[in-house]
């Protein structure tokens, strides 16, 4: 696991919605869910370059669910393809950071409650050796619709309709590294220690050159600080919502890069818990993420009309209604 540093991330979860079911206790065992995913913003440091191309669409051609019902863009471009400074070839390609989600590639999903993982959204980085114009900050909204379509009780009609989860809004900072190579393209030489992260140029995950550098952090509505989880190079948070006599837990999983917690979140006032993570220079490195909903039965007063609060989701996952 290799150490971070820098920049950073904010969740904000809504309030979902009210959900009017039977007042028999009864458990959902099946929803089906549809996600969405895109870029809100971004700035860029300006050397002089093309700037930040944006282009796809986070509604996948079915129509978007965020509000306004507006679609958002689910790639960011930047730079210009360079020699590659590594000694394993040309690069003609920029640098981009791409959304993957069920929504984007036109799919529905169906998740069993206290089952297995489900697909959220993922996050790709095709890291390139560039010159110009690149990343520094980017806003990604993200939502998730949870559709009931089978319960316990076989008298409760299904499908039911989809419930509004919440809108998050991920902040990240971005750090383009300098590779810090002298001699040339034919011949490089890897000077030093790569920046921030105290981790020697040339090696391991800076084999290629001074990997890149993500860091994240995120806060509710009341601007508490979401509670990662660490286990096995993997990166766990959750929230609950209620229906009914069943409290649900939904679990997101975040894996596949060199992910961290860092104590200080610097850049970032006052904020702390951050996670961060590196991307590989001259490859493409994705940042996966899973959910899963697990449930607990609960005594909760009537009436029958049940708030449907505080459900929430990364990777990367999200929100959507269907007609």
């Known amino acids: 696991?290799?150490?971070?540093?820098?920049?950073?991330?904010?969740?904000?979860?809504?309030?979902?919605?009210?959900?009017?079911?039977?007042?028999?206790?009864?458990?959902?065992?099946?929803?089906?869910?549809?996600?969405?995913?895109?870029?809100?913003?971004?700035?860029?440091?300006?050397?002089?370059?093309?700037?930040?191309?944006?282009?796809?669409?986070?509604?996948?051609?079915?129509?978007?669910?965020?509000?306004?019902?507006?679609?958002?863009?689910?790639?960011?471009?930047?730079?210009?393809?360079?020699?590659?400074?590594?000694?394993?070839?040309?690069?003609?390609s920029p640098s981009s950071l791409n959304l993957i989600s069920p929504e984007t590639s036109a799919t529905n999903g169906?998740?069993?409650?206290?089952?297995?993982?489900?697909?959220?959204?993922?996050?790709?980085?095709?890291?390139?050796?560039?010159?110009?114009?690149?990343?520094?900050?980017?806003?990604?909204?993200?939502?998730?619709?949870?559709?009931?379509?089978?319960?316990?009780?076989?008298?409760?009609?299904?499908p039911g309709p989809f419930l509004d989860g919440p809108l998050l809004s991920f902040n990240i900072l971005f750090k383009e590294t300098d590779n810090q190579v002298s001699g040339t393209s034919a011949n490089p030489i890897f000077d030093g220690i790569c920046e921030d992260t105290q981790l020697a140029n040339g090696e391991g995950i800076n084999a290629g050159g001074c990997a890149d550098?993500?860091?994240?952090?995120?806060?509710?509505?009341?601007?508490?600080?979401?509670?990662?989880?660490?286990?096995?190079?993997?990166?766990?948070?959750?929230?609950d919502f209620i229906v009914q006599d069943y409290k649900y837990t939904v679990t997101t999983r975040l894996g596949g890069l060199a992910l961290q917690e860092i104590d200080d979140c610097f850049g970032i006032d006052g904020q702390s818990n951050c996670v961060g993570f590196l991307t590989?220079?001259?490859?493409?490195?994705?940042?996966?993420?899973?959910?899963r909903v697990t449930s607990r039965q609960i005594t909760v007063?009537?009436?029958?009309?049940?708030?449907i609060m505080g459900l929430a989701l990364f990777g990367l996952s999200f929100a959507r209604r269907r007609a």
């Open 213 to 239: 550098i993500f860091l994240f952090n995120g806060v509710d509505l009341d601007d508490q600080p979401i509670d990662f989880t660490f286990e096995d190079e993997q990166v766990f948070f959750s929230s």
């Open 110 to 158: 169906s998740a069993f409650t206290d089952g297995g993982w489900n697909t959220g959204t993922n996050m790709t980085h095709d890291n390139q050796y560039i010159t110009g114009d690149y990343l520094t900050f980017t806003n990604i909204l993200d939502a998730l619709a949870l559709q009931p379509l089978a319960w316990d009780d076989p008298l409760i009609p299904t």
């Open 1 to 92: 696991m290799n150490k971070l540093t820098r920049n950073c991330f904010y969740l904000t979860a809504a309030a979902a919605g009210v959900l009017s079911v039977s007042a028999q206790a009864a458990k959902i065992t099946e929803w089906g869910y549809v996600n969405e995913a895109g870029f809100a913003n971004y700035q860029f440091q300006d050397t002089g370059g093309t700037g930040i191309t944006a282009s796809g669409s986070s509604d996948g051609g079915n129509g978007s669910i965020f509000p306004g019902g507006t679609p958002l863009p689910t790639s960011l471009t930047w730079g210009t393809g360079v020699t590659a400074t590594g000694g394993t070839g040309q690069s003609s």
């Open 280 to 291: 590989e220079e001259n490859g493409l490195n994705t940042l996966s993420a899973d959910f």
């Open 301 to 307: 007063p009537e009436p029958t009309t049940v708030a």
